[in-house]
Each structure stands twice: as C-alpha cells, then as structure tokens.
C-alpha cells in the first residue's frame, strides 16, 4: 500500500465534500433529526396506559380500589364503563388497553372472606405492553388486598398478625429508574450510524461511477485497497463527527447518562464506522446500480440493526438459530459496546470480545470489498 | 389512454424480468426476513437467569427461593456466596438479575416481623427489568400470603377462611398465552412491505428523469396522471404479491391465526400499498438524481418503522411525536393487520384506519402528480 | 413567406430566475424544410427546442407548431411531433422492438400501422436481425438510429432533432442526414440544433444564436455572404503571430483570426489585396502562400460573433 496514492484520493474526496456544503449540511443534520424522532419516540414505558373500568357493585369498597387504579402514574382511567358490552367495544377499538371488572358481590365476598377475583382484560395483541400492564395492574391490586388485610387483622384484634411478612426491597444498577430511553437510546445511536455509513459510502461511489472517473482511477497505479481507504477515510471522519454529535444529543438532550470511556467510544465508534463504511462500499461496487445499491444497503442495515443487534429485543431470548444469524449481525458488537459504555461504564479493557469481532469483520469486509472491485473491473 | 397505460405496464414488466438484482431481491430476502425476524422480535421473558445468595440458609429461605424457578419464568444460574461476587456479575454476564436473603430472614417471619428479600436488578435492558419486577413482586406477594395465611392458621385457625382475599385474574384477549411472534409477525409483514415498496417506488421515476426517458416520454401525448398511473399500478402488483407471499409465510409458518374478514385486510393491503407507493411517488417526484432519492428513501424509511407501533408503543410516546406518527401509513396499516389477524374485528372498527389510508394516499398522489408537472420545468 | 408554416416562433423568451435563456427569438419554418439552430453550448438551442416540444413553458412569447399553440395546445401539438434528444434516451434493458414497440404505444400506434412501423423503424436503423438484441449492447450510431424510429414511429409532421448526432462516428453521421435528408423529402418538418458546422451546411435553412438571441439567419449560402463582406484569403506566414498582428492593422483587412496553422483574412477591395504581400513581407514576414478561399460557415460564425463556436475541435 502507498500512503501518498491514498492520501491523494482522500484528498481529492475532502475537497469534492467541502465544495458541496449542502450534502455536508445533510450529513451533519440529518442524524441529528433521526436522533431526535427515534429518542422521543422509541420507548416501552408504558405510563398511562388508557384504562377502562366496569363497577358493577359501585360500593365504597369498589371505589377504594378504583382510586388505587386513578392514583397510579401508570395507567389513565379513560372511562368508568356502564356495562361489559362498552368494555368489549372499547378493547376492540382500541380505545383502551386494559378493563378491570369489579364483581357485584365484591364487598360481599370481602366480608365473608371468600376469594374475590378482579377481572383484568387485557389487549394481548401487543403482549409486552399487556404484560407491563398486568404487573402494574397486579400492584395496585395487590396493594389494597394488603391495606384491607391489615386493616382486618387489626378490627379483629390481630395486630400481631398485621405485618406484611416479606417485602421486597429493589437495587437497580446502570439504569436506576429503569427508563427505556436509557436502554433505547444508546441502540438508536448505531442504527443511525449504520444508515449513515450504508448511505455515505455508497453514494460516494456511485458517483464516482456514473462520472466515469472509477475508470479514470482503475486506470492509474492505484490499487484497489487504496482507492477503497483513500475514498473513505474523509467518510470516517464525517462519521464520527456524526456519532459524536448523536452521543451528546443523547447524554445532553435526553439524559441518558454517560459512565464510560471517551476512549472507549471512540475507539469501537471508529471499528464500527470501518465495518459499515466498507460493507457499503461493497455493495455499491458489487451492484453498480443505485436502486441495487439502495435496496441491499436497506436489507442489510435498517432491519438487522434493529431486530438482531440487541437494540430492542434481548439477544437470550430468541431460539439459538436466531442467536447464531446474531452473531453475523455486525451492529450487534456495538450495540453491546454502546450500552455498556454509556450505562454500564466500560472501558477499553472491558470491551474486548466487542473490539475484537468488529476488527476481524472489518479485515473480511475490506478483503471481500477488494475483491468484489477487482472482479467489477474485470 | 387505457392504451398509453397498458404499455408503460408492459414495459415496466418487461423491464423487472430482465433484471436479476430485482427479481431477486423482491423473492428471496422477504421470505428470509420474515422467518428470521419472526422469531428475533421478542419482548418475552422467560428462563431469566437468576443468582442467588443465601445468608439465612432457613427452611423458609429455600422455599421462597424454590418458588422462582418452580414457574420457568426463572433459573438459577449461580449460587453465590458473599455481595462481592455480584460485582463482576451483575452487567458483566448474562445474568440481569440477584436474589439476595440476608441472615436473619426466618427468624424475622418467625417473630411476625418484616423479613426482607433484597432483589439487585441490571436496569440495562429496562423492558426485562421491568416484567422480571412484575414476576418478582407477584412471587413474593403470594409467598407472603400463603405465609400469613399459615400463620394466622396457628393462632386461630377459625378465623382463617374469613380473611379477605382479592387477586387479579388477568384474561388476555386475542393473544391469551401472551405470544409474542402473534404481535410481531404482523408487524413484520407490514414493516418488510414498507421498506421494500418505498425503495423500489422512489426510484421510479427519478432513474428515468437520469437516463432521459422521462423526457422522452413527456413529448409524447400521454398526461401526467396516466403516466403515475403507469408507474404506479405494476408496483402496486408487485407489492401485492410481496404482501400475499410474505403474509401466507409468516402465517404458516409461525401459526398465528386470522380471525378476521379476508376481504378487510384486502381492502387495508390495497389502501397501504397505495399510501407507500404515494410515498415513493413523491420521493420520486422531489428529486432529481438517483442519490438524492435513495438518502431520501432511507430517511424516511428509518423512523417510519420505528415509529410505527411496530415495537415502541405509540401511547409511550410523547403527545407531539404522537401527532406525528399520524403521518405513517405503517401506524393504520399495523392496526388493521393485528385487527384482523388477531382481533377478528371488522370495518366497524377499522373504519378510522382505513379512512386515514385513503385520505393519505389521496394527499400523497394529488402532491405527487402536481409536484410532477412542475418538474417538467 | 409560405402561406402556412408548419412553425411560427413570435419574440420566444424563457428565463430562467434571472438568467435570460432565450432572448425574443422568432423564425418560422416551412414545411418539410430542415432548419438548423446553430450556436455554441449554452446559447439557447435546446432551451428553444424544449419549448416547441412543450418540455418547458415559455416566460413570454407564443409559438405554434403546425398550428397548435405550443401554451395552450400542447397535447395537440405533442401528438404532431417527434423528439430526439443527444441523450437518445432508450430503455437499455429492452429490445430494439420493445423500445420501438413501447414509444409507438405512447403515441397510439397500434395494430397493423405499428407492425409496418417497427418493420420501416428497423430496416431505416439497419437493426433488422437484431430487433431481439438488448439495446445496451448497440453502438452510439445503431441507438441513435433506434431513437429516431422511435421518435417517427408515428409519422409525426414535425421533428425536434436536439444535437442528434453527439458523440457518433462519423460514418453513422452522414448515414444520419441522408436519413434525415429523406424524411425531408417525404415533407416532414425538421429543426434541428447542432454546433457542428458541416452538419449547418446540411440545412436548407439556419438560424445563428448566441446568449439566446438569433444573431443571423437565412441559407448557408446567403449567411456566408452576409457575414464576409468583401473577399476572404487564406495566407500561411511564419512566424503567425506576428503574421496575425500586422495583418490587422494592413489597409482594407476587416477581419482576420487563426485557422489551424493559417489565417483567415477578409479584405475588402480588390487594392487592398493585391498590396497584402509587400505590406507582409516589409515587416519582416516571410509569406508561404496567400489564395482566396470559399468562406465556411465556421468563418461566417467567428465574424459574425467574434468566437468559435464550441466543441470546434470535431468540425
């Protein structure tokens, strides 16, 4: 490899960037958005989940727990149904994603000290959602069992009997307040750098293309692996300008806290850029047509980053088939190094099963994209 | 002019038949995604792993603890013997979650005292965090209910059956086992349909605006409607098709049930077909090279899945992107897919989605052909 | 002028934000005349062009084309012409015959009179045998040929040929204007651009046009005329230079610029003339040879607005 050829076609790329400030403005800005709408928007909170509620004692006892219900930051009592028929339509249409059903004979069978069953119809379409909703939901209820019972215990002159035998005290580590944007957002920072690298590496060479210059380079000394370096070096930078930006959107918009290493960040920011750079880079050298380039660079950014990287779903619950694809999932390394650094705060030394995956993808993407050139020449 | 639109069909037929890239791509990488990632999208937990310290070694102990791993919900991967192990555990390895009972625990319950079971949690992965929380508390409350139960069973043994007692009995509807491959392989559906028919519609008309057909085309008579209708109608067949492969796949395959009225989801397959083509039709139409259409393409595509209810719940999200998700087709379309796969409800109920549909494809195809005839310029 | 013009162009501007494209052009072209629009790059050829065909709309002016208002009947007048672009913007990835097949559909030819159209499209382009072949594969003069079958599958009255003949071989270019020669005959309209000038002296008529604004126009003929006024001579002189300066300053010469290797002086009286030699010669010029030559329109151009056209090297 000769460093002076390289370095004359980064070059020559950072010039052709600075001359088109709009695409440059695009470069910077555009994550920016993505960043934006995904920490916003991508969350598994559920809070005010819309609740319906049928009463059908409409007793004080029933409307003790129907205030547990309206007193928790987690659900909206949307409506106090009228009768099963409304509480039916309104699961169907959506407009509510739990019912609770008070039974007539509530306060009777609480006195009598038969088993009182609340109904809790729960829109399982979206299972995690209804699954959130039911621990929730299993809190409120469990919590006025508990008030009820003490209170019974000691109208009856059990106080000794009036504790709550075993309570349950929580240590949360990394994510104290188990905020899904401190879990998410991280995530969201390598699907847009996944995008952005898939789109700056292959544009850069289609163009090349189509001006009929990639000729004009074939044709000189160059060799491949330079003309490939040399062409995407200026990219890394603009990528990590771009990541940079998204991290400290991250951390000073949204609060996701930030324990790791800069070194670290940076260090597994730059091997993931050099992944994603040269797989597009591939592609676009491999189809040399635009739609090609776009579609494959689609199939193999967007999706696989956000199902199989970890982003999202947790890796240990798919089938081990779907664990092993994971494996291939270059996006799932930095996933992994991302959370672990902004939440876990890892270093360099902690990163190493991360560090040493995207290195060797990185050797076998610059080794298949070389070829794949080589190949298209000929 | 049903002549002048007949041939552009035929041509853009004739055209996806000789191109390799294509065919290929519209065949094999859908079925591929919808096997793989209907199985990746899972928020279930189950066989969450568990370490445990014991300091209380009591009777009671053991039980509570044999109570986690009784229900599958959890396995004990680690006996540990003091905190200090945890350190290099909790968010170092696989094990997201630590029971910890300190000495002292049944002789607490024995003296009708509090007795505490310390639970330390990896928050990394919140969503797991929070559902293993949910299984924890109802875990514990019931041991702590059976305890007290018994105790008060040896004091006074009459006074037991009147004690009060509520639960929770939770009856999910449409998805009673909580299956997550029956929420997320009509979101797969859906999502795969999008991304492919927004690439290949964004390009149709910005490649031949490059290659200089489009020119060609505009000085012959054909109107600017028949021309999007031209470009239109053989994506919308081939969208079609990936819809019924896709859909016919993913339902065999995973097992998840259609209740519904075939004839809706058509109706709601044509209606979102017809808003991502409108979506790729403007793409096309803004645009004016090919790079332009594909960064654009993929900007669009990004937050559109994301925020599409596909994962994230659109009800977690705050009130303005909210607003902003009403702009997705993805959002109606996932709506009606899991309504009439796995609610069974009809247009009575689809009718709002539906509605939004066609009046997005509207405002999308109106823009785009106006949009077009000032490109001309 | 002809009764009826098969194109009436009345004070053609386009702007485009301030740049002025075209710049009150008017002409008019008979029928089955070939008119050529000659200027360099830029000048406002095919932005005029693109208006006739109704690509873009025209800022103010009016122009009709086999007489349909080009604003207000651009349907009508679409299903009247042909248009060729340089780009000869074919589907690569059909045949010869669907490409032939797909245009004739968009201009509504069907059945019978497109069967004979494809077969006349193929035999013209000299493609038959190879209708099935992708046209990918053809070379710069075979899809040149194929574009124009496309573009007369439907025997349109008017045809816009915009710098047909770029980047074709030679040999394909004169093939190309007999065909056009032909279609001529057969009594269709062509307007043609160029900025090659052996191609201008295939037209019957021309029009000069520089910064958008038509600087001459009638028969090559009548424009040498008009823009060389009094004889014009070729003289080789060493060193040139030198040759061209004093040249310029010698009696009667009214124009002189450098031609290759020679200069191209017009001198206005027979006087003058005969002096030019001593005149050299007393200034320490050393003269090779000095003859009267036909002008070209190359020359007639370069006097007329004082450079060469571009891309001169090939003409």
């Known amino acids: 490899m000769n460093l002076r050829r390289t370095a004359a076609i980064g070059r020559k790329e950072l010039i052709q960037i600075r001359r088109d400030p709009r695409s440059l403005l695009i470069a910077v800005v555009l994550p920016l958005i993505q960043i934006l709408l995904l920490g916003y928007g991508a969350r598994l909170d559920a809070d005010h989940i819309p609740v319906y509620i049928l009463d059908q004692e409409g007793s004080q006892n029933s409307q003790a727990l129907l205030k547990g219900f309206q007193a928790s930051p987690y659900f909206d009592v949307v409506k106090v149904a009228r009768n099963y028929p409304e509480l039916v339509r309104a699961i169907d249409a959506d407009r509510c994603k739990l019912g609770i059903v008070i039974p007539w004979d509530f306060s009777e069978r609480l006195g009598d000290g038969r088993p009182v069953s609340v109904q809790a119809l729960l829109d399982g379409t979206d299972n995690n959602s209804a699954q959130l909703a039911e621990g929730y939901a299993t809190a409120v209820v469990d919590s006025y069992a508990n008030r009820i019972q003490l209170d019974w215990f000691s109208r009856h002159g059990l106080s000794q009997q009036a504790t709550v035998p075993v309570s349950v005290d929580y240590r949360t580590w990394f994510n104290e307040d188990l905020e899904s944007k401190n879990f998410i957002i991280p995530g969201t920072v390598a699907l847009v750098m996944a995008l952005m690298g898939a789109l700056l590496s292959s544009l850069t060479i289609a163009r090349e293309w189509e001006r009929g210059t990639m000729e004009q380079l074939i044709a000189s000394p160059v060799t491949p692996l330079e003309i490939m370096i040399g062409k995407l070096a200026p990219y890394l930078i603009i990528g990590l300008l771009d990541a940079i930006s998204c991290a400290a959107f991250a951390v000073g918009w949204f609060g996701v806290p930030f324990r790791g290493g800069l070194g670290a960040f940076f260090f597994t920011t730059t091997l993931f850029l050099i992944v994603i750079l040269g797989i597009g880079y591939m592609i676009s050298v491999a189809t040399r047509s635009q739609l090609g380039a776009s579609q494959y660079a689609l199939l193999v950014t967007l999706m696989p980053t956000a199902m199989l990287s970890g982003f999202a779903f947790p890796i240990d619950q798919m089938p081990v088939a779907i664990r092993v694809v994971s494996y291939v999932v270059y996006s799932r390394y930095y996933v992994s190094a991302l959370k672990r650094i902004f939440l876990g705060g890892a270093g360099i030394n902690d990163l190493i099963p991360e560090i040493i995956a995207m290195a060797i993808y990185a050797a076998v993407i610059a080794f298949f994209a070389t070829r794949a050139f080589r190949k298209q020449i000929e | ?377 | ?315």
Not at chain 2, 183 to 198: D, M
Not at chain 2, 297 to 312: C, M
Not at chain 3, 106 to 122: E, F, H, P
């Open chain 2, 1 to 377: 002019m049903l002549n002048r639109v007949w041939r552009m069909i035929i041509k853009e037929f004739v055209q996806l038949k000789r191109d390799r890239y294509a065919r290929f791509v519209l065949i094999v990488p859908p079925i591929l995604q919808m096997l793989i990632y209907g199985y990746a999208a899972t928020f279930e937990v189950n066989h969450v792993k568990i370490a445990v310290i014991d300091y209380d070694h009591s009777q009671e102990s053991r039980d509570l603890l044999s109570r986690f791993t009784f229900t599958g919900r959890f396995e004990a991967a680690k006996i540990l013997n003091n905190e200090r192990e945890l350190k290099s555990l909790i968010g170092e390895s696989d094990i997201p979650l630590a029971l910890k009972i300190g000495p002292g625990f049944a002789e607490a319950l024995r003296k009708g005292e509090t007795a505490h079971l310390q639970v330390i949690v990896d928050g990394s992965n919140s969503n797991t965090a929070l559902i293993a929380v949910g299984y924890v508390n109802q875990i514990a409350n019931q041991f702590s209910q059976d305890y007290a139960r018994n105790r008060l069973n040896q004091v006074m043994p009459a006074m037991v059956a009147n004690v009060p007692q509520i639960d929770l009995a939770p009856r999910p509807w449409y998805n009673p086992d909580l299956n997550s491959q029956w929420f997320f392989v009509p979101g797969v559906i859906g999502s795969i349909t999008l991304i492919l028919v927004v690439n290949i519609t964004a390009f149709a008309i910005v490649r031949e605006r490059e290659i200089g057909t489009l020119e060609q085309i505009m000085v012959t008579p054909i109107r600017p409607f028949e021309l999007i209708l031209g470009k239109t109608i053989p994506f919308f067949l081939v969208g079609l098709a990936d819809v019924v492969l896709v859909a016919v796949v993913g339902t065999l395959w995973f097992q998840v049930p259609f209740l519904g009225n075939p004839l809706v989801l058509l109706l709601g397959v044509t209606l979102f077909l017809l808003s991502t083509l409108g979506v790729g039709l403007l793409i096309s139409t803004l645009c004016s090279t090919q790079q332009q259409a594909f960064a654009s393409g993929f900007f669009f595509l990004n937050p559109a899945f994301i925020l599409s209810g596909f994962a994230f719940p659109i009800t977690s999200m705050p009130r303005a992107m909210q607003m902003l998700t009403y702009l997705n087709p993805l959002r109606y379309f996932l709506v009606i897919l899991r309504g009439t796969f796995l609610k069974g409800v009809g247009l009575n109920v689809l009718w709002p989605q539906m509605t939004a549909l066609a009046a997005l494809t509207f405002v999308l195809l109106v823009v785009s052909v106006a949009r077009f005839r000032k490109s001309i310029d």
């Open chain 3, 1 to 315: 002028m002809d009764p009826k013009p098969s194109i009436v162009v009345d004070n053609l501007v386009k702007r485009f934000g301030k740049f002025v494209a075209v710049n009150r052009v008017s002409f008019q072209i008979r029928s089955g005349e070939i008119f050529g629009l000659l200027g360099p790059n830029g000048s406002g050829k095919s932005t005029t062009i693109r208006m006739l065909c109704g690509l873009l709309t025209p800022t103010s002016g009016s122009a009709t084309v086999v007489g349909f208002d080009i604003a207000r009947q651009a349907e009508e007048v679409r299903r009247h012409i042909g248009y060729m672009s340089q780009k000869f913007s074919l589907y690569d990835d059909l045949t010869a015959v669907e490409n032939l097949e797909f245009f004739g559909g968009l201009y509504g030819v069907t059945g019978d009179a497109l069967t004979k159209g494809i077969a006349w499209a193929l035999g013209m382009s000299g493609l038959a045998g190879n209708e099935q072949a992708l046209t990918r594969e053809f070379s710069g003069g075979w899809k040149q040929r194929l574009a124009l079958g496309c573009a007369v599958l439907h025997r349109p009255r008017v045809l816009f040929l915009d710098e047909p003949t770029a980047g074709v071989d030679p040999l394909s270019r004169r093939q190309f204007w007999d065909l056009i020669h032909q279609m001529s005959r057969e009594g269709i309209t062509i307007l043609v651009t160029t900025h090659y000038m052996d191609e201008a002296e295939y037209c019957n008529r021309l029009a000069l046009i520089e910064s958008g604004r038509i600087v001459e126009m009638g028969t090559p003929g009548e424009i040498k005329r008009l823009a060389i006024h009094g004889n014009l001579l070729l003289i080789e002189a060493a060193p040139l230079g030198d040759a061209l300066a004093a040249v310029k300053r010698a009696p009667g010469v009214t124009d002189a610029s450098v031609f290759g290797a020679a200069l191209h002086v017009v001198v206005g009286d027979q006087q003058s003339e005969r002096e030019l030699p001593a005149f050299l010669a007393a200034r320490g010029i050393r003269v090779d040879r000095i003859e009267p030559i036909a002008p070209s329109l190359e020359d007639a151009f370069v006097s007329l607005t004082g450079e060469k056209p571009a891309g001169d090297a090939d003409s």
